[in-house]
């Protein structure tokens, strides 16, 4: 992975998902490509994510059968607002599910539909439930060969027994292993492949789940095509000829070396928020002072985006937010420091708050965790607070039933989080308020009021489970409202959340066919940008899970068709 010829069609930067998207297909459509990383393992930020797609119109879900592109089109006005920019969205709703066929049909790329997953604003025109949000399947890592160990390794905080990765499949048979034949002979089967994982030398588990799934897929996909794949080597400059990029010259080995492009350069070297000097330029709370927890790398450090403005490029900064924004814990990794845990389903659930650091709730916690932090930023802010942390209290119940945060379910255990500071305990609700260093009289009033309308599953205050959405992510066994239960018998516990992200959509300017483009609107020859190194599709919103995945991928598959030109027909692999 460390050799590649000093000529090719097409430079790749980045080995996210769009940029491997993008060099997959290139390949696939017969041009001569190089992709180049900067850090020392593939896979960027999507290694690290639920490896989930949004994808219109999908063949999983019966195309047409089940979706239109006027419905697609009209949701998406709908959640993401006026700022849409409608030749864009008209690009990906139209070859959203045929960019995905294409790598399902020429690699080992390979989604299910995810029935349960229902588009996050239910009440909107066009939105539909469990039918546009797919999900990668697991792939065994032991087809990469000695390659496995080029591939980011998922966040520690989401493995369990030295590096056993968990996917959404496994989830009910981790909860269900004592109760149920046919989760305990899963999670045994689990058990076993991991041990002999490790026992053969393996650093962590190769059973890949999630967006570490779909990384391995198209890893594996393009070291079939053979296509060169550089590690370590970070562009450092675009070269530019009569206007036109020509290729790149990288840092590599203590050296520099040229590549050059024949056809583009295409950027797809993910977002910035591994940067500690962008995040205080571009996120306004960062620059108030305030806390920010990423799990992001920190060679996310939005050096794309330099190379990107260097050459004419401008940054999009119309949109409404520049993350995607989530709620986040950090996690005692014992010596190896904190982990960053994101809470996206937990706060849903019933016998579950959340409230400020007056002890008092502040928003609907089955609120999407882009608009929940939203919230949370925008209290601190109203109430004047140095920092925007909230905490998410439950008591014993609901806590062995759902599990909360980095906390496991029942059987798992909860001593070594009591042990190291991450939950919070107290025996009576005064206490845990004390631990926690808010207001007890507040707490206990807040318990109070929620519990009192919660035995018949109301929530008058904040509206708790009203949505479709919301209700998705709750219980369905509870009723009438999965989302919502007393928080009636302790002890009870807390873990504090602060801001987080999960990847920036700050990003440059860009056409339909990805293209950089200058202040003027014109576009730059040679120079497309792709995934979060473009400017978001979403404007600053999230209206559903793999709103970041599926573009990455749709835009990366055009891109290339764009540079291919349309009649090149796609090649088997060599």
């Not at 393996?202 to 794949?229: D, F, I, K, Q, Y």
């Not at 056809?263 to 806390?291: K, P, T, W, Y």
């Not at 403005?309 to 190896?336: K, N």
Request: contains cysteine; hydrophobic residues 40%; positive net charge.
């Amino acid at each position: 992975m460390r050799s590649a010829p000093d000529g090719c069609d097409v430079l790749v930067v980045g080995s996210g998902a769009a940029g491997l998207s993008t060099a997959l297909t290139a390949a696939a459509l017969g041009l001569d490509v190089v992709l180049c990383e900067h850090a020392d393992v593939l896979g960027g930020t999507s290694a690290l994510s639920g490896g989930e797609v949004w994808i219109p119109l999908n063949r999983q879900n019966g195309g047409g059968a089940s979706d239109s592109h006027a419905e697609a089109l009209d949701y998406l006005r709908a959640a993401v607002g006026p700022g849409l920019e409608i030749p864009r969205a008209e690009a990906f709703v139209r070859h959203a599910a045929e960019a995905l066929a294409f790598l399902e049909d020429h690699s080992e790329v390979e989604y299910e539909a995810l029935p349960h997953v229902v588009d996050y604003r239910s009440g909107a025109p066009g939105a539909k439930d469990g039918v546009r949000t797919l999900g990668a399947l697991p792939f065994d890592g032991r087809k990469l060969g000695r390659h496995f160990a080029s591939i980011r390794a998922p966040l520690a905080t989401g493995t369990i027994f030295g590096g056993m990765a968990i996917g959404r499949e496994d989830f009910p048979h981790l909860y269900n292993v004592t109760r149920s034949p046919r989760s305990f002979v899963h999670v045994a089967r689990m058990l076993a492949r991991h041990t002999r994982d490790r026992l053969t030398g393996h650093a962590r588990g190769t059973r890949m789940v999630m967006g570490n799934a779909l990384v391995g897929r198209l890893v594996c996909s393009l070291l079939e095509r053979r296509v060169p794949m550089l590690l370590g080597c970070k562009v450092t400059r675009l070269e530019v000829e009569d206007g036109r990029v020509t290729g790149a010259t990288l840092a590599v080995d203590g050296g520099t070396r040229r590549i050059a492009s024949r056809r583009a350069v295409v950027l797809a070297s993910g977002s910035f928020s591994g940067s500690a000097a962008m995040r205080q330029r571009h996120f306004a709370h960062v620059r108030a002072g305030r806390s920010h927890l990423t799990p992001l790398p920190t060679t996310n450090d939005g050096s794309g985006l330099d190379l990107a403005l260097a050459c004419g490029g401008v940054l999009d900064d119309t949109i409404a937010e520049p993350a995607a924004w989530a709620p986040m814990s950090a996690v005692p990794l014992g010596g190896r420091g904190a982990g960053v845990f994101p809470h996206f389903g937990d706060r849903a659930k019933p016998g579950v708050i959340v409230v400020g650091p007056d002890g008092r709730r502040f928003v609907n916690e089955a609120s999407d965790y882009h608009d929940f932090l939203r919230a949370m930023l925008a209290a601190a802010a109203r109430d004047g607070r140095r920092d925007a942390e909230a905490f998410v209290v439950t008591a014993h119940g609901p806590l062995r039933k759902y599990g909360l945060g980095r906390v496991p379910a029942f059987p798992g255990r909860i001593g070594p989080f009591l042990r190291n500071g991450y939950l919070l305990h107290g025996r009576t609700v005064a206490e845990l308020a004390a631990r926690m260093g808010v207001d007890a009289d507040a707490l206990e009033r807040t318990v109070r009021r929620f519990n009192e309308h919660a035995v018949r599953g109301e929530d008058p205050d904040f509206g708790k489970g009203g949505t479709h959405y919301q209700r998705a992510a709750g219980d369905a066994a509870v009723q009438p409202n999965p989302c919502v239960a007393p928080l009636d018998e302790g002890p009870w516990y807390a873990i504090k959340m602060l801001p987080g992200d999960i990847g920036t959509m700050l990003g440059v300017r860009v056409d339909a066919e990805s293209r950089v483009l200058r202040a003027d609107g014109t576009p730059i020859a040679g120079l497309h940008a792709v995934g979060t190194v473009a400017s978001s599709l979403m404007r600053g919103t999230y209206p559903a899970a793999g709103v970041m995945l599926g573009p990455a991928l749709t835009f990366g598959y055009l891109t290339a068709r764009a540079i291919a030109g349309t009649t090149v027909t796609a090649q088997p692999p060599a």
